[in-house]
């Protein structure tokens, strides 16, 4: 019998909290019961602006330590003063330090700091993560001027993020560093090498017969635009993660998220008028791992799950990027369904050949995610779509590709899940494309938390 479950949430109360001198309101703050079951209860979070003194000791011990290279006993002794705050909020601050700091001193000190601060014991190899898996999982309010911190904080190390760091529809607490840098050469100048993940503009392709350095099993990505069809094999974007393309005559930007296991194709074209092609890149940082992609053109970023500009011109214009589908399958079942496929040319990998899904990424993320929905594992492949009514729905694949592949009809509001090549897509009661794509559970739930899920 098919059946469909959606997330059960719990909601808890916070209560009042004094700032210093100042008696501040209850902040509330949401859990979801599995989140209280793996992190513990929420602690008390005050409300409103921070006291001057303590204002002062965040600039001392964030801002001057990290514009200034240095961490003397000023530094120290405003991390005290923030450490006896009662305030959670702070431990934001903590966690963005941490990502960046590589003395071992001072990574002590700020996971001491944090672990008075959260009421939790960090330890120093891997404070970063564990602190910002708390922050994250007990949904901590960010605290006051907490983008301009953190634009100090992250423009330091990179200036090149500076246009990037500004107010948008973006939770600039989930940011964090992915440890490489920005990709800004411009447009079709990715034959040049980069200090970043390399993005690759209008990539060379090849027939189906003249890939012979492509295994049968070797994993890809199909693609499907107007009867025209490419393959974008896996060790290629592993190591490019991003490629602006045009196929079946549509522009597209793919992004793959090796971290989320998950390959996009946004169509980049047909915008509205005055709206120039988005020229995707990585920006080097992520969101609950997951890359953040950006604008080229406009230095607009965007939500790369969803599609949706969150910041700069493209957000104010309210654009949101359509999808095609994308089928993860192995390149034999893929050219045997679609012989007139082509598909990118070797040489685009670089002479690398990375299997992060199954070395690197084995064993969970390995970036701070914060609390998992667990009604799958956190590896579990899904296809994920979201219907006509807005609502998101995902498809565990192993047990959907069973239920086709005996017969099954797999149905949801308009959509209709169809095997295509070995791998599976949605499509609707015409068989349009509807856009879905493969991921793994801990991505799809996070990015819709609200997800109904498929069980056989």
Not at 26 to 42: H, K, N
Not at 101 to 115: F, P
Not at 302 to 327: R, S
Not at 383 to 393: E, F, L, R
Request: proline share 6%; aromatic share 8%; glycine share 8%.
């Amino acid at each position: 019998m098919t059946t469909f479950s959606g997330p059960k949430a719990a909601t808890i109360a916070v209560v009042l909290a004094f700032l210093g001198a100042c008696t501040v309101f209850a902040q509330g703050a949401t859990q979801t019961d599995y989140s209280i079951e793996q992190f513990g209860a929420a602690p008390e979070v005050p409300n409103g602006a921070l006291s001057t003194d303590l204002a002062n000791a965040v600039n001392v011990a964030f801002v001057e330590s990290i514009t200034q290279s240095t961490w003397t006993q000023d530094q120290s002794i405003a991390l005290t003063e923030i450490a006896t705050s009662n305030d959670p909020r702070l431990a934001w601050m903590i966690s963005d330090m941490l990502r960046f700091v590589t003395s071992g001193q001072v990574n002590a000190e700020l996971a001491a700091a944090a672990s008075e601060l959260l009421g939790k014991q960090f330890s120093a190899v891997n404070a970063w993560g564990e602190v910002t898996d708390q922050l994250i999982a007990w949904d901590i309010p960010e605290p006051p001027n907490y983008l301009a911190v953190k634009r100090e904080i992250f423009t330091t190390i990179v200036p090149q993020w500076e246009p990037l760091f500004v107010e948008g529809d973006i939770d600039w607490r989930h940011v964090s560093w992915g440890g490489v840098l920005i990709d800004d050469r411009p447009f079709d100048t990715t034959d040049e090498p980069c200090n970043c993940i390399p993005a690759a503009d209008n990539p060379t392709v090849t027939s189906a017969d003249d890939a012979t350095w492509l295994a049968d099993d070797a994993i890809v990505f199909g693609v499907e635009v107007n009867g025209e069809t490419r393959a974008y094999p896996r060790r290629i974007m592993e190591v490019r993660e991003m490629v602006n393309d045009t196929l079946g005559g549509r522009d597209l930007g793919i992004p793959y998220c090796t971290l989320c296991g998950a390959a996009q194709a946004y169509f980049t074209d047909q915008l509205p008028a005055g709206v120039d092609r988005p020229i995707l890149r990585t920006s080097g940082m992520l969101i609950r791992s997951n890359k953040v992609m950006y604008d080229l053109t406009t230095m607009s970023v965007f939500d790369t799950f969803l599609g949706k500009a969150v910041t700069g011109p493209l957000h104010k214009m309210g654009i949101e990027l359509k999808q095609a589908a994308v089928v993860t399958t192995t390149w034999g079942q893929w050219k045997a369904a679609h012989p007139n496929t082509t598909v990118l040319t070797e040489d685009l990998a670089l002479g690398r050949d990375f299997d992060f899904r199954n070395n690197r990424d084995a064993n969970g993320p390995i970036f701070p995610v914060g609390d998992v929905d667990p009604r799958l594992p956190i590896h579990e492949d899904v296809i994920g779509i979201v219907t006509a009514s807005g609502t998101p729905i995902a498809f565990p694949r192993v047990s959907s590709q069973v239920a086709l592949s005996q017969g099954q009809k797999i149905t949801f509001e308009n959509v209709e899940l169809v095997l295509d090549a070995g791998g599976i897509k949605a499509v609707d009661a015409n068989g349009n494309d509807l856009g879905s794509h493969q991921a793994f559970w801990f991505a799809w739930s996070q990015f819709h938390p609200d997800t109904q899920l498929w069980m056989p």
